[in-house]
């Protein structure tokens, strides 16, 4: 269990920028940061077709300030950064079939816009401490189980590639510059704020959206493909952790869960915990099956030993949790 002590000593009064703070993951930060007391700036871009979204941040939207800004953009990057203590990098394209349509966008946002914002703490607050989320995506297709830190890398799409060079911009600014980085590679998260319109950012938003408008969830290929999930919270405690505890300097850790689940199961839970709903199994779309990585699992030990990290919630609070925020808050999200 996290030191939430050495945590609230930290982020008391820190002063925190978060990109992408109004998408999923950064808004659960973001809110998380203000009960501790922070100074939070969020920077989302408010493209439609990525996560933000200002109902995400409803609640504490006085107590956080908001810059509408694109991280592409170097300017406004050189001057956010600038006496900060911590940057919170979640700012990214997430779909996978959105960098195979349209690589060069992935491009500019995953790589160059990382380099951007890494050219900005160096220049202009090199004592700040960046934590990156990166992505189980870029290991690819497992040659074993469960994947750890020292698996070979081999991303299966654009998205990949480029998550793989915006993560080791991270590690090369730490270890030539001494600006201080380290990377998550998340896997699977979800729970509140997360975008379930589209398949954009998970695929288990849009099995929600389907589950509570009554049509059916569609499973592709045989439904046998194994996958672990990171709630949301256990998530922001990661990053938390990684910001606070100097050995995460220079360092890239796996999240991971102690629960692994194949597709078909975790469609039956799903319908199981909301009460109604169903599934069907279909084939593979073809434009997807060349990108499939079949079955994922992470081995998160390192982190859980470096920074004392280990997840808390379990997969079925987790899913009735997410359920009942959906329930509630659909006008929202849908």
Known sequence: ??????????????????????????????????????????????????????????????????????????????????????????????????????????LEINCRAQLSILEACHKYNSAIKVVYASTRQIYGKPDYLPVDERHLLHPTDVNGINKMAGEWYHILYNNVYGVRACALRLTNTYGPRMRVKDARQTFLGIWIKNLLDGVPIQIWGDGMQIRDFTYVDDCVEALLLAAATPSAHGQIFNLGSDETINLKHLAALLVEIAGSGSYEIIPYPADRKPIDIGDYYGDYRFIQGRLGWRPQIGLRDGLARTIDFYRENKQFYW
């Open 1 to 106: 269990m996290s030191d939430t002590r050495s945590i609230a000593e930290h982020f008391a009064g820190a002063h925190v920028l978060i990109t992408g703070g109004i998408g999923f993951v950064g808004a659960n930060l973001a809110r998380r940061l203000v009960a501790l007391g922070s100074e939070v700036t969020l920077v989302d871009s408010l493209i439609p077709e990525y996560g933000g979204n200002l109902y995400n941040i409803s609640g504490i939207d006085d107590r956080v300030k908001v810059n509408i800004a694109d991280v592409r953009d170097e300017y406004s990057m050189n001057f956010l950064v600038q006496g900060k203590d911590y940057l919170f990098n979640l700012a990214g394209q997430t779909s996978h079939m959105d960098s195979m349509r349209d690589p060069y966008t992935d």
